[in-house]
Nanobody, 116 residues
C-alpha cells in the first residue's frame, strides 16, 4: 500500500511561482507514471502534468510553457514547478501514481491559491 504526501501549496500573487512536492512511500519500484491533477470548486478533477518512468512528460495545454514536472527516482518523489501563475490556476492539487500499470494512488491534496 502506497502513501503519497504533497507539500508546497499556498497563497501566491499572479505572476508568481510555487513548487509542489510529492513524496511516495510504501512502494519503491514499478512506479510507471507520476502525475499532478487539480480540481477547482464545482469542476471535475483534471490532469495537469505527467512524467513517465522513461522520462517522457506531458502537459495540459493550459499550463504548457509555465509548469514543469520532474521526478527524482532515488527519492521516490515528483515535483511540479509552477511559474507565471494565474488566478485560474487556483485549485487543490493532487499527486497521483500508477503502480504496475494496474493500481493508482492519490495524495490528500494541497491548496494553491493565486490571488492579489
Amino acid at each position: 500500500q502506497a502513501h503519497l504526501a504533497e507539500f508546497g501549496g499556498g497563497l501566491v500573487q499572479p505572476g508568481g511561482s510555487l513548487r509542489l512536492s510529492c513524496e511516495v512511500s510504501g512502494i519503491t519500484d514499478n512506479i510507471n507514471v507520476m502525475s499532478w491533477y487539480r480540481q477547482c470548486p464545482g469542476k471535475e478533477r483534471e490532469l495537469v502534468a505527467s512524467v513517465f518512468a522513461v522520462g517522457v512528460t506531458k502537459y495540459a495545454d493550459s499550463v504548457t510553457g509555465r509548469f514543469v514536472i520532474s521526478r527524482d527516482i532515488a527519492y521516490n518523489s515528483a515535483y511540479l514547478q509552477m511559474n507565471s501563475l494565474k488566478v485560474e490556476d487556483t485549485a487543490v492539487y493532487y499527486c497521483n501514481v500508477v503502480h504496475r500499470w494496474d493500481t493508482q494512488y492519490w495524495g490528500q491534496g494541497t491548496q494553491v491559491t493565486v490571488s492579489s
